[in-house]
């Protein structure tokens, strides 16, 4: 039995957008849109070295949303059937007559839409039978736990293989669709020592699969990160210099693409409202989005409102606040243009200079590297950030002892503003590559 | 009396051509004949809606509706599982074949379908929600919250509101052959405003919900709501920096219980101990807590938001006591890991969709009231700071490392509530912590009604609370040094 996809009923899809679409003209919208999704896979998890899991994935979604004089209904089902879309547009019509208007509502304007659909590269087909998947899964964990004796415990490895397509169509006469591979493994191993128990996890994730790191790097990172932790302890409460290790520096930049989102901006609901020209970082720090990298983890020819994406954008440069991230919606309440970011950011890329993580921790001398957070401790109201942290106390640019149980907090603005550097040490993973970033300063809570 | 089989048929069966025959086929095809440990399907079919207020509008609206049914077999720790959102007869056989992989041969022995009465407990009732107000009514009720909260105070600057319902019904085909079907309502509102003051803005939120209609939302409830959210947010234009250290913490009684669904709660499901990956694994028997602490979790609550007339494998919930006087009672399961654990189910197994496995998980977790009058509670405190209200939490199970965030508390020293301090984000290790509970008030409360947990990328509603206590030391992550 292998997971193989065919063309995921791309026909089917693009059938029932037409029909909705034209239902929706029919009871007498102005405007309509709809997005489909239909997905397959298969994940297999093992754990102590046996069989735990097998799951079979078949998604399929529709939704749309309907403008009649700039009020919306919006309604969405996974019954793919004509029937069940076309009641979906009814009920999305009904919601319309009760809402309240808003000039700012509607599709894109038509000019925005992409009209160079082109192949991005994220397509990658992959036919694997469960037992390949189970044997791969198996030598991934077996990696982790013979690396050392100390990991004597699993939550299992796991691989999975995902292919989806995703079609947008809108009134306006526009139809784009794509397909994607998802595939990769990780592992979550437990390291113990007496009454010590400390789990970490790894893995690797890719649209081709010929990019993922082996099975045996997976696995042994997994039981590195954990061994590591063996012996934590707390340090004294104090302000310290922090370098955010590359695994947790893209969340930083994350809390600040968040709060130049338009949906808190219009409302002035983030701390950075009204900050668009403005030096939010020091000069060496540049942030750009790059929609159209080829088989990049995020790339589309058009964003969730078909608006043309670009080959490249400046979000910060030098420094600089160049650039919101903005819908139509959005776009229309604050008097400014879409940047084609309808469902978000996409391919972020943060500049870094020339320094390895090693020469980072030099450069820090004695301060708190974090290699994990969790925790939601983060306003973007005010920009207050403090949340928990794990990782190791560095001292003389030598790793000391692995720190835990201690929170890291600052103001945002603070923090951004305070990147002394950032080193190349990018895993070049997921959505926003960015290397490990050292801050002047944070408040460390611990004994 | 609405008889839930009847709904159940209605709306996962008849409008498919399933029948009775040929779901008896397809629970034989993998568990008859002994051929697995445990097996299950779950048809399930939600009727969603939302509907949002912003800047005085209501201006969207969403409808939705997901169905579909999951099969699982289970042989020993091994599980093989399908889902298919077509609900007809080819698609289920499809699923069966998958998930057909890992059963083995075995005897001669066929499962017979028969209705299960588990309705003996009826915690909500079978009702829409949707359809128990107009549009026109939500919408009001919407407009209501935006009027209220901007006469209430002119400092309010925005006001974003939403109300949202759900009509679930599942119906679970149990390896033995017992069909069990619920009907599960919910609904939920939540208001939020943000105010200014001298270029300062703060927010603060409110809201409730549970498993019932919207006729709960009455307008002094929408103005307990608007009362309660701005009152937050010109308590947060005060706020000084929050203190960095560990120190004497005092929650509130209510939704701070979030500490115990952290602390311990997630500690304590059934899958990390029978796989000894929890910082609880191996000490039932053992103190876990202060001898003040007995933790409860509960889905047998009347129409509260973690509660259920029956888990999602069928089996009817129970109050199971986690923690008595600080001695570790039990585990929360679900039928694999207490097959695996040779101990009871508990009613715990719950599962985000038909898409989605079920593992053991929370229901409304709270610590029972102690005798402290909460006044005496904080008089008690030298240095420290009074946490009333919570973000969200996490917990590292296997090192027992927790976090969560206040984002209302205050400065108290020797016994005075000093001025209210900005969010800060709470941390500390889950056994440690419940050792150093010394004062339990007599006032329990659980939350309003709006909790979700996230396990494993699966969300499920659910209810916390407590009453009000003291930790005699916990590290607040504030910014003042």
């Known amino acids: ?447 | 009396m609405i008889d839930k089989f009847q709904i159940a048929n209605d709306t996962l069966l008849v409008p498919y051509d399933l029948t009775e025959s040929g779901i008896s086929k397809v629970i034989n095809d993998i568990a008859g004949n002994d051929a697995a440990d445990y097996a299950d399907l779950y048809f399930q079919y939600v009727r969603s809606e939302s509907w949002q207020l912003d800047q005085s509008c209501v201006k969207s609206g969403s409808f939705s509706i997901d169905k579909g049914v999951g099969l699982r077999a289970v042989v020993g720790d091994k599980t093989a599982f399908a889902y298919c959102d077509d609900m007809s007869m080819g698609a289920l056989l499809d699923a069966s074949s998958k998930v057909k992989s890992i059963v083995r041969q075995g005897q001669n022995k066929v499962v017979k379908l028969q209705r299960c009465d588990s309705s003996g407990s009826s915690f909500y009732q079978p009702v829409d929600p949707i359809q128990s107000l107009e549009s026109s009514q939500k919408i009001g009720l919407l407009n209501l919250a935006d009027q209220l909260a901007r006469a209430k105070d002119s400092r309010v600057k925005e006001v974003t509101a939403s109300i949202s319902g759900s009509y679930e019904t599942v119906l679970i085909v149990r390896p033995d052959g017992g069909l069990v079907p619920d009907v599960r309502p919910m609904v939920r509102m939540n208001v939020s405003v943000i105010v200014e003051q001298n270029g300062r803005r703060e927010t603060g939120s409110s809201g409730g919900g549970g498993r019932t209609n919207y006729l709960m939302f009455t307008s002094d409830k929408v103005a307990d709501y608007v009362n309660e959210a701005v009152r937050h947010a010109c308590i947060n234009l005060e706020a000084e920096d929050a203190p960095a250290g560990t120190m004497e913490v005092v929650l509130g009684p209510g939704w701070p219980g979030v500490l115990l669904h952290e602390a311990v709660g997630h500690g304590l499901e059934g899958d990390f101990n029978r796989k000894g990956t929890s910082t609880f694994s191996g000490r039932i028997g053992e103190q876990v807590a202060s001898g003040l602490c007995t933790v409860v979790d509960n889905g047998t609550m009347d129409g509260r938001r973690g509660s259920l007339n029956v888990d999602d494998e069928g089996n009817p919930t129970q109050k199971n006591i986690l923690i008595e006087n600080g001695v570790l009672k039990g585990y929360m399961q679900d039928s694999l890991n207490a097959r695996l654990m040779n101990v009871p189910v508990t009613g715990n197994a719950r599962r985000e969709s038909f898409a989605y496995l079920p593992m053991p998980r929370m229901t409304n977790t709270y610590m029972l009231a102690g005798d402290s009058d909460p006044e005496e509670i904080v008089a008690s405190m030298k240095d420290g700071i009074y946490a009333v209200n919570f973000g969200g939490g996490q917990v590292d199970i296997t090192s027992g490392k927790f976090v969560f965030s206040a984002n209302e508390a205050y400065r108290v020293e020797n016994g005075k509530i000093l001025h209210p301090v900005r969010g800060a984000t709470l941390i500390g290790n889950g056994p440690e912590v419940m050792q150093k509970i010394s004062m339990v008030g007599n006032d329990l409360a659980l939350d309003a009604g709006v909790g979700i947990c996230g396990k494993d990328g699966q969300s499920v509603p659910v209810g916390v609370g407590q009453p009000t206590l003291k930790v005699e030391a916990l590290t607040v992550g504030g910014v003042q040094v």
């Open chain 1, 1 to 447: 039995m292998s997971v193989s996809s065919g063309d995921l009923d791309r026909q089917l899809l693009l059938d029932v957008a037409k029909v909705a679409l034209s239902k929706a003209i029919e009871l007498g919208a102005d405007q309509a849109e709809i997005s489909l999704s239909s997905s397959t896979g298969a994940s297999v998890g093992v754990r102590m070295g046996e069989l735990e899991t097998i799951e079979h994935n078949r998604d399929k979604n529709v939704s749309l949303s309907v403008y009649f004089g700039h009020k919306v209904g919006s309604a969405s089902t996974c019954d793919l059937s004509i029937s069940a879309v076309q009641e979906a547009v009814a009920a999305a019509c009904t919601i319309a007559s009760s809402t309240g208007y808003d000039e700012a509502l509607g599709l894109a304007d038509a000019e925005l839409m992409a009209n160079d659909i082109s192949d991005m590269g994220l397509d990658f087909q992959w036919d694997r039978s469960v037992d390949e998947m189970l044997e791969a899964a198996l030598s991934c964990e077996a990696a982790a736990i013979s690396f050392d004796s100390r990991i004597k415990n699993s939550e299992g490895a796991n691989y999975s293989s995902h292919r989806g397509l995703e079609v947008y169509a809108n009134s306006h006469g526009f139809c784009g669709d794509y397909y994607s591979t998802t595939n990769g493994y990780s592992a979550s191993v437990i390291a113990v020592d007496g009454d010590e128990m400390h789990r970490d996890y790894w893995y690797s994730s890719e649209r081709n699969p010929a990019n993922l790191d082996s099975l045996e790097s997976v696995g042994e990172m997994a039981a590195k990160r954990a061994l590591q932790k063996l012996g934590s302890r707390r340090i004294s409460t104090g302000e310290y210099p922090v370098i955010f290790d590359a695994s947790v520096a893209g969340s930083l930049i994350g809390h600040f693409l968040s709060a130049i989102r338009g949906g808190l901006l219009y409302k002035k609901a983030s701390f950075l409202t009204d900050k668009l020209g403005e030096q939010l970082f020091s000069e060496h720090v540049n942030i750009i989005e790059k929609p159209r990298l080829f088989g990049a983890a995020n790339s589309a020819c058009f964003d969730d409102e078909g608006v043309r994406t670009p080959e490249q954008r400046d979000i910060i440069k030098n420094g600089v606040l160049c650039g919101y991230i903005l819908g139509s919606y959005t776009a229309r309440k604050l008097d400014m243009k879409s940047t084609a970011n309808s469902g978000g950011v996409r391919n972020v890329r943060v500049s870094h200079g020339s320094k390895s993580r090693e020469q980072l921790l030099g450069e820090m001398g004695a301060g708190f590297l974090v290699t994990d957070l969790i925790g939601s401790g983060i306003s973007m109201l005010t920009g207050d950030y403090s949340r928990g942290a794990s990782g190791f106390w560095v001292e003389n640019g030598e790793i000391q002892f692995p720190v835990e149980e201690v929170t890291v907090a600052g103001k945002l603005a603070d923090m951004f503003n305070g990147i002394q550097e950032i080193a190349a040490d990018s895993l070049g993973r997921g959505n926003i590559h960015c290397g490990s970033i050292l801050l002047d300063k944070l408040t460390i809570a611990g004994d």
